[in-house]
Structure formats: structure tokens, C-alpha cells
């Protein structure tokens, strides 16, 4: 299983991304797909979860300027991200958590997001 995640970028306060993760060599079903980010010398944090029956789960801190989907409903994965704030900074990781053949919890090599005041 490899997870590819892309859309990082440097961007101005109040600015927009959007985070995409394409993941592949799935033979099992995906459990939930999800949004993590990490600054340097902090635990990595949960940003937006989604489940295999669409259910989401946002951070407070992004609730209502946030929003995760899985594009084709398959093995896709997005975050908008609008009104960026600079503690929005981080490395963002995707993550997949497979059931059924190759069970398990896999990750993106993380895409770099940083917002400039």
C-alpha cells in the first residue's frame, strides 16, 4: 500500500489549499481515511478523519474552514483548507486504515503546508 499526498505549498494568511492523497495497492476495504499534520518537536495531530460511510470528524481549531472528502469514493482523499491561519503550519500526512487482506494503518510521505502572516 502507498500513499501519495500532494497540494502543500507556502500561502498567505487567510489564503486556501487543497490537500489531495491518492492511495494504491489496496486489495483490502478501507476502514477510515484521514488527515494528520506535524510540526517539528510536537506530536502529530488529527486534522479530519472520514469513514468508509462518509461520517467526518474535523479539529475544533479548523472546524468551518475545513473540509474532507474522498473524491471518487474509492481510494481518494481530499482537505480543503480556506482562511489559513500561520499555526496551520505543518507537515500534512494522509492515512488509510485497511481491513481485510494487508489489515493495518498505512501513511503518506506528508506534504508541507506553511502560511505566512
Known amino acids: 500500500v502507498q500513499l501519495q499526498a500532494s497540494g502543500g505549498g507556502s500561502v498567505q494568511a487567510g489564503e486556501s489549499l487543497r490537500l489531495s492523497c491518492v492511495a494504491s495497492?489496496?486489495?483490502?476495504?478501507?476502514?477510515?481515511m484521514g488527515w494528520y499534520r506535524q510540526v517539528p518537536g510536537h506530536q502529530r495531530e488529527e486534522v479530519a478523519t472520514?469513514?468508509?460511510?462518509?461520517?467526518?470528524r474535523l479539529r475544533d481549531s479548523v472546524k468551518g474552514r475545513s473540509t474532507i472528502r474522498r473524491p471518487n469514493g474509492k481510494n481518494t482523499l481530499s482537505l480543503e483548507m480556506n482562511n489559513l491561519r500561520p499555526e496551520d503550519t505543518a507537515v500534512y500526512y494522509c492515512?488509510?486504515?485497511?481491513?481485510?487482506w494487508g489489515q493495518g494503518e498505512y501513511w503518506g510521505q506528508g506534504t508541507q503546508v506553511t502560511v505566512s502572516s
Open positions: 472520514i469513514t468508509a460511510g462518509g461520517s467526518t
Open positions: 492515512k488509510v486504515a485497511i481491513k481485510g
Open positions: 495497492g489496496i486489495r483490502g476495504s478501507i476502514w477510515i
